[in-house]
């Protein structure tokens, strides 16, 4: 989202610039912990203004256990976990990432509303939950085990189809039994 803006430049292992196209691939493939549905979701949501964070993955590594920062980089071991090499700070961010199950119905974005006041470092309830719709609607089952992992949040599910951004959510309707 950053590159399409322009406000952020990948580079290579040999210090190139990495273009839209090759970034859209690796988006494509779903092996980052993302996927092309789940991109477009993200993309319309921020381009309506909403604040989104990833589920379950802490905003900021400040105050955080499983952060360890270092005094120098040279003392940094070089791995794919590290976050921040200018800063020199080494965490987990990588392990909860890979960790996220993408496969499955879940929640996948806490969103919050457009807020000039946000923090990072305190960003309180979100508004809504957001969870990817894959193929088919969840079954009942499907529904109630993931409403009991949100904590009274309320949840809502986002459908891609062919680039057209849909969000829907469920209410508890019993129908009456008929004689």
Avoid at 116 to 122: D, G
Avoid at 135 to 155: F, Q, V, Y
Wanted: aromatic share 10%; charged share 25%; proline share 7%.
């Amino acid at each position: 989202f950053l590159a399409e803006r322009g406000a952020l430049i990948f580079l290579d292992d040999e210090g190139g610039t990495i273009g839209m196209e090759e970034i859209y691939g690796k988006i494509a493939g779903g092996k980052y912990g993302c996927s092309w549905d789940a991109f477009q979701a993200y993309k319309h949501l921020k381009l309506l203004g909403y604040i989104i964070g990833r589920y379950a993955v802490p905003w900021t590594m400040k105050n955080n256990p499983t952060c360890e920062t270092t005094d120098s980089l040279e003392r940094m071991p070089d791995t794919d976990q590290s976050f921040n090499r200018a800063d020199g700070v080494h965490n987990g961010i990588t392990k909860l990432l890979k960790e996220m199950h993408i496969d499955g119905l879940h929640p996948s974005f806490e969103v919050y509303l457009p807020n000039s006041k946000f923090r990072k470092s305190s960003p309180g309830a979100p508004c809504f939950l957001l969870s990817m719709l894959r193929d088919k609607p969840p079954s009942r089952d499907e529904l109630e085990t993931i409403e009991s992992k949100c904590d009274g949040i309320p949840l809502k599910f986002c459908q891609v189809d062919n680039g057209r951004v849909s969000f829907l959510s469920f209410d508890k309707v019993r129908l009456p039994s008929l004689p």
